[in-house]
């Protein structure tokens, strides 16, 4: 094989000099044999999969024996490995991963790995879980036999924590389950022991039935209820007392209560101590299901990072982790990959796609000498960045930091809770002490004084009181589900009710965030339809968004594009195409100016994306795209102001940009040019003067801002980040839910409030009457079986919204 | 009559603790981890389970 023998690009071969196809791609020039292979070539690059090439090794088959063996540095390894019944166990994210074909090679190679016990790789999140003797197999060698496969193995950092919060979130089930079960075998017994109560009862089976509450209920209150006992215990210590404290009072107060009665004869009041306990426990349930989703949140945003970087030492590349790279490191990024510190580009050019970043629909071209974020994806080219800080301090670990603190910031509702608490809590204690002295003062019984006591604590307890917001706010966000309104918990709906301003971002939010031609400017001697087609066929095969900006016009206007082949992409400038007629340009000023195409000198709008388009020698016109609003953003921002809130524009966008897109809407504030943190402190100051804010964004660069508002609201459609850290998610792209959502919170809030009003009107009675000595236990319970109705069934009015009024 | 009623209850608490016993199973075996994926996951169009591809993918004998 001499070196003059020309090899094609895709297969290898030698190509014959008269079959042999030029290109150039990415400013070199390839060959192909064939147009099959070309082709290929070019579908494997366009699926940013280009490291194909450089990976693969022809003659041999095979990936390239060093090609994975990257230093894994084996005390990391040796960090990640977990003790389990029955051998050890590691786990770790298998990249490149693409079918379930690759989860069988992984699995069956595993495990027969000496000293293997267990192999699984779970498809959907690529996660491995090895379990090994650790006396036979060793975790270096687990992952030297996933990288000889080609596949990438990569330790997970966030998994620890995940097992974590499962385990926490499986022993919270098991104990609310458990509370369930016996509970309702609790129900049938206070049924026949209410029964009894009218109907009269034999009392031998009247004190079966009461030992058997007493046997069922104990478990629940020591096992299930065990945590609001160390809460209380623990809200005593700090002389700060809260919920659990008002809860465990109860609950101790009603069992000890019953198990006197028990012995002593008497109506017993168990069932009352087990519901408490389990409708709290359903809370917390809930309450640790929103914590859950919050802290996935960051945790993805943190992901966006590639956890390992390929870090170029002289002609020698080392895969390391990310948070080892230091400023001034060399990092080599290859197509399809995430940049994992924020840099500045030294070698290459290339396409990166920010969207995540910035909420950018185009991906930007980049330069030497240019900065880099965190997290943007390389489309194009392997690139050379040289790291200008420390993963740790990079741009999406800065976002995270804010995310975090913001959210931490948000009061949840728990906490109001507990500040109710801090008033009735008290309050209840000197009810109770008040009681027991005036009854002595009145010369009963020190017993019978005690036991009246008691009974003010037991009926003080919140039962219905608790289930008066979590069971309209379950009614509520059903209806709303089916209308593709998600509220993440309850207390997002409360606010959304009482909500003052609404903030919008403007790209893909305001707007559709997708270019669309708004003007076709042939020049003289060209028709329009013409200008269109040329530049339609130039781009019919391109997946750029202002080429599907441009298709979608031409396809408008009802033109048939012929599908031009062989098209040539220069990274951020345009696209030429040779056909019959001459070689035709399609983009950017600079582009045709650098092929020598005289400009005709078109005046250009300020904030348009012009593309022009070029045939021969002859210039065609120029075609302008921009972002357009979404059709129903004026209806539904007025519908907005018709309910009395302010709006306002928060952007990143250029000042003049947004005045101009925004013109006429009603829209108060109108603020540009603002970065991620501005979006977050200029909701955090409208909060701070006592506006009840929402947050609209669909961009990372929103997720502070998001998190930052009382409401955050992300619409379907923008990044997982965005949907993540907002707490209102529009299933549907349409603002008009939007205006829905607010009438939902705003009739949800004045349901719970009638709610609580009969909850406390009840409990109220109850009090008055155990306080006076005169409370029965059917009186006792009759309260609680008919405040608990009244809350029900008032909420359930809120399953039958009302058709879209007013919009 | 008391004791055919104690018997009623004593089988009663027997099937709940059955029902309880299958609910720690599911909890253990993860049935509960993820409420939200299993709605999506029909959407997913290349997922095939690995369970029956080692009949598919093992050459022929």
Not at chain 1, 45 to 61: C, K, S, V
Not at chain 1, 270 to 278: E, L, Q, R
Not at chain 1, 573 to 598: C, Y
Request: glycine share 10%; aromatic share 6%; hydrophobic share 50%.
């Amino acid at each position: 094989m001499t070196s003059a023998t020309i090899q094609c690009a895709h297969c290898g071969q030698n190509i014959l000099p008269a079959e042999r196809i030029s290109e150039s791609f990415a400013d070199r020039q390839v060959d192909f044999c064939c147009q099959g292979c070309r082709g290929a070539f070019r579908i494997i690059h366009g699926a940013g999969l280009g490291r194909f090439y450089r990976e693969r090794q022809w003659p041999e088959a095979g990936l390239p024996t060093g090609a994975y063996r990257l230093g894994i540095d084996a005390a990391a390894l040796a960090g990640q490995v977990r003790s389990v019944p029955g051998g050890n166990e590691l786990n770790f994210l298998v990249e490149g991963i693409h079918c379930a074909t690759c989860v069988w090679l992984n699995e069956k190679i595993l495990s027969r790995l000496p000293g293997v016990l267990e192999a699984r790789l779970n498809y959907a999140s690529h996660r491995a879980r090895v379990r090994f003797d650790p006396g036979i197999a060793d975790p270096l060698a687990i992952f030297a036999a996933v990288a000889s496969l080609g596949y990438l193995p990569r330790l997970d950092g966030s998994d620890a924590r995940q097992q974590l919060r499962l385990a926490e979130r499986r022993r919270l089930l098991v104990r609310f389950g458990t509370a369930v079960f016996l509970s309702l075998q609790l129900m049938g017994f206070s049924l026949a022991l209410y029964a009894g109560y009218f109907q009269g009862m034999a009392t031998d089976a009247r004190q079966l039935v009461q030992w058997l509450a007493g046997l069922v209920a104990t478990p629940v209150v020591f096992y299930a209820g065990a945590s609001f006992f160390s809460g209380a215990w623990r809200s005593l210590r700090n002389r700060a007392p809260g919920m659990d404290l008002l809860i465990a009072l109860g609950v101790l107060a009603a069992y000890g209560y019953s198990l006197v009665a028990l012995i002593r004869g008497g109506e017993v009041y168990f069932d009352t101590a087990a519901m408490i306990v389990t409708l709290v426990l359903l809370g917390r349930l809930l309450e640790n299901g929103a914590r859950h989703r919050a802290a996935e949140g960051i945790e993805r945003l943190l992901a966006l990072a590639p956890t390992s970087a390929c870090r170029l030492e002289g002609e020698e590349q080392h895969s390391v982790e990310s948070s080892c790279l230091r400023p001034g490191d060399l990092i080599l990024v290859r197509p399809g990959e995430r940049v994992p510190v924020d840099a500045t580009l030294v070698d290459g050019t290339s396409e990166f796609d920010e969207a995540v970043v910035s909420g950018e629909a185009l991906p930007v071209l980049r330069k030497p000498g240019d900065p880099i974020r965190s997290g943007t994806l390389n489309l194009d080219a392997a690139v050379t960045l040289r790291a200008t800080c420390a993963a740790a301090d990079s741009f999406l670990a800065r976002m995270a930091a804010l995310v975090e603190e913001a959210q931490a910031c948000k009061a949840p509702v728990q906490r109001l809770a507990d500040r109710i608490a801090t008033v009735f809590v008290p309050l209840v204690v000197l009810l109770a002490a008040a009681t027991v002295f005036f009854w002595l003062g009145r010369g009963v019984g020190g017993a019978t004084a005690l036991l009246h006591a008691v009974a003010v604590l037991v009926v003080a307890c919140p039962c219905a009181l608790g289930l008066a917001t979590p069971i309209a706010v379950m009614v509520a966000t059903g209806a709303a589900a089916r209308r593709g309104i998600f509220f993440r918990g309850g207390d997002v709906l409360e606010q959304v009710g009482r909500l003052q301003l609404v903030a919008f971002d403007k790209t893909g939010t305001l707007t559709r965030g997708q270019p669309a031609v708004c003007a076709v400017v042939p020049a003289p001697g060209t028709s329009a339809e013409t200008l269109l087609r040329s530049a339609a066929t130039v781009e019919s095969g391109s997946a750029h968004p202002l080429a599907r900006g441009i298709l979608c016009e031409a396809e408008r206007r009802g033109l048939t594009v012929p599908c031009g082949s062989g098209a040539r992409t220069v990274p951020g400038m345009g696209v030429a195409l040779e056909d019959g007629a001459g070689r035709v340009l399609v983009g950017t000023r600079e582009f045709l100016a650098a092929n020598g195409i005289p400009l005709a000198a078109a005046a250009a709008g300020p904030a348009l994306t012009e593309v022009h388009v070029s045939r021969g020698a002859e210039y065609l016109g120029v075609i302008r795209l921009d972002d357009r609003l979404r059709p129903e953003t004026a209806p539904a921002l007025a519908a907005l102001l018709r309910r009395g809130v302010r709006l306002a524009v928060l952007s990143g966008d250029r000042p003049r940009t947004v005045e101009r897109m925004t013109a006429g809407l009603g829209i108060e504030e109108r603020c540009g040019g603002m970065t991620p943190a501005d979006k977050a402190a200029w909701i955090a100051a409208r909060q701070a003067s006592g506006l009840r804010v929402m947050m609209i964004g669909d961009g990372l660069n929103d997720a502070p801002a998001l998190a930052a508002a009382d409401v955050g609201c992300a619409l379907a459609g923008g990044t997982d980040i965005a949907l993540e850290t907002s707490t209102l998610v529009l299933t549907r792209p349409d603002l008009g839910c939007l205006v829905e959502a607010l009438d939902i919170g705003r009739r949800a809030l004045r349901i719970i409030r009638q709610n609580l009003f009969w909850a406390f009107v009840y409990n109220l009675v109850a009090l008055s009457l155990a306080a006076g000595g005169r409370l029965a236990p059917i009186h006792a319970a009759a309260a609680m079986a008919l405040s608990s109705l009244c809350v029900v069934g008032n909420s359930l009015r809120l399953a039958r919204l009302p058709r879209q009024k007013g919009r | 009559m008391l004791s055919s009623i104690l018997m009623l209850i004593i089988l009663s608490l027997f099937l709940a603790t059955g029902a309880w016993l299958i609910f720690l199973w599911a909890v253990r075996k993860g049935e509960f981890d993820d409420p939200e994926a299993p709605k999506y996951r029909m959407l997913d169009d290349d997922e095939a389970l690995p369970a029956n591809l080692e009949d598919r993918h093992d050459p022929p004998a």
